[in-house]
């Protein structure tokens, strides 16, 4: 399975697209960058052209390259496969590049995380807000603006106060 949202650039359909979806395949299953001589192998058994497959993976490299060095243009949250990680001896742990950019993660370098039954959840920022923009969106009732509300129950308050 590949990540759902590479971003704009990335195909969506076609021959040119399964090279890159095999590029995802390859990244999130060693959690490292896939190397073009795999990707080519890969994409030449399933009987693509070894042209194409270079060439595109020339593509998707650049398009990764721009997600890690912080160019994201991922535009929503995306969905990785799970990948092995290793916890350092001094607890620390590694998220690599194709879980970042799934995550949405800025360059704050700031998320939150907690224990839910034993799994460890971390969220970015960008992720929260749009957690909290959806839950406040199934709320609007579609009766109009929040702001032009409360303008107009304050005036009522203030209406009620005058005639007492």
Not at 81 to 91: A, Q, S
Not at 99 to 112: E, F, G, S, W
Not at 144 to 152: C, H, T
């Amino acid at each position: 399975m590949q990540m759902e949202t590479m971003g704009s650039h990335h195909p969506k359909v076609g021959k040119v697209a399964r090279v890159w979806e095999i590029a995802d395949e390859l990244t999130s299953q060693t959690g490292q960058r896939a190397l073009r001589k795999d990707v080519i192998q890969k994409y030449t058994r399933e009987g693509g052209n070894t042209n194409t497959a270079s060439t595109q993976y020339s593509q998707w490299h650049k398009s990764y390259k721009k997600r890690e060095d912080g160019n994201n243009f991922v535009a929503e949250p995306g969905n990785v496969m799970p990948v092995r990680l290793t916890i350092g001896h001094d607890g620390r742990l590694l998220i690599p590049a194709l879980l970042r950019d799934a995550m949405m993660l800025d360059k704050t370098n700031t998320v939150t995380a907690q224990v839910v039954n034993g799994e460890l959840r971390v969220l970015s920022p960008v992720c929260a807000i749009a957690q909290l923009q959806g839950l406040v969106a199934n709320m609007d009732n579609g009766t109009g603006s929040v702001v032009d509300e409360l303008i107009k129950e304050r005036r009522e308050e203030a209406r009620r106060e005058e005639t007492i």
